[in-house]
């Protein structure tokens, strides 16, 4: 539910930190289920908690980390880009990417931070799959694609191909990463690994209007939706035999990197974690 100013008073009487996750909309977020049952399992005095807003409150907003009202906010979608200017410093993950996810407050400054990198980053690499020197498809030019192609270029991969279905939404990440190349939406390069980064899936019933049918196997599929567990694109994917991965990870990973600046611990990633995710 929604915090009201009432519950903020209270808390700025209580030693109970206060963390929150801000985007529009937020209803769906699991992020406060994910830090609230860290929090519990680490003994940490603490609560996390979801606020949806509108892009004119955001720099009231985030001014209650200065004040210590909030002790750290997570970022989603559409605000990654949008907060920047009302933060006193960028990591370079950060600026690179010109997107923030995690903020906290260190040394009297207002630091953003991006932890989407790591998260995507980690889920790669459980999978055990070697990026080095692959070629990458991306579809999608949303909020996330910046992250995952920072994360891409660290892992060394040797190209990058952004497909968006609206084209002039792929020359943002050029300025930001001049080496990417680009398709027109509907055509299908020669990849080792292809990344849904659309919101199509998001809806069980929904198909992405691209033809996978004559690519070869040993392919990985990797959708940054987790909830359908099971996108019609991974599938597709998983049908004509090659590996697929969900969000699901990347989602845990992200949120893991933010718990460990906050509280200085590195909670566990394990089943109950996993499951928690799962319905
Ligand atoms: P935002 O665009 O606000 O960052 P997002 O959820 O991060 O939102 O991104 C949505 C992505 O899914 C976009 O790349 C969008 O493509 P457009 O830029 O053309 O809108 C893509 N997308 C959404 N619906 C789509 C569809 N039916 N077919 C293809 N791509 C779609």
Partial sequence: GA???KDQRVFKTSKMKKFLVIGNPIEHSLSPMLHNYWIKNNGIDAIYEKQKLNENQL?????????KKINGINVTVPFKKSVIPYLDELSIEA???QSVNTIYFKDNKIFGHNTDI???????KKSKYDLTNKEVFILGAGGVVPSIIFALIKMR???????NRTKEKTDNLKNLF??????DWGKIPNFDMIINATSVGLKKKDNINLNFSSISKNKFFYDVI???????FLK???????????????????????FNIWHKQKPNVNENVIKLLDK
């Fill in 236 to 258: 597709t994917g998983k049908n004509l035999g090659n590996l697929t991965l969900n969000g699901k990870l990347m989602f845990i990973y992200q949120a893991h990197s933010a």
């Fill in 178 to 183: 001049q080496n990417i190349e680009t398709v």
């Fill in 157 to 163: 991969v040797s190209k990058i191909i952004v497909s």
């Fill in 226 to 232: 987790y909830n359908p567990k099971e996108t019609n």
């Fill in 59 to 67: 720099k009231e907003f985030i001014s209650q980390i200065r004040e």
């Fill in 118 to 124: 790591v998260g995507f980053e980690t889920s790669v």
């Fill in 95 to 97: 600026r690179n990417t």
């Fill in 3 to 5: 915090t009201s100013f």
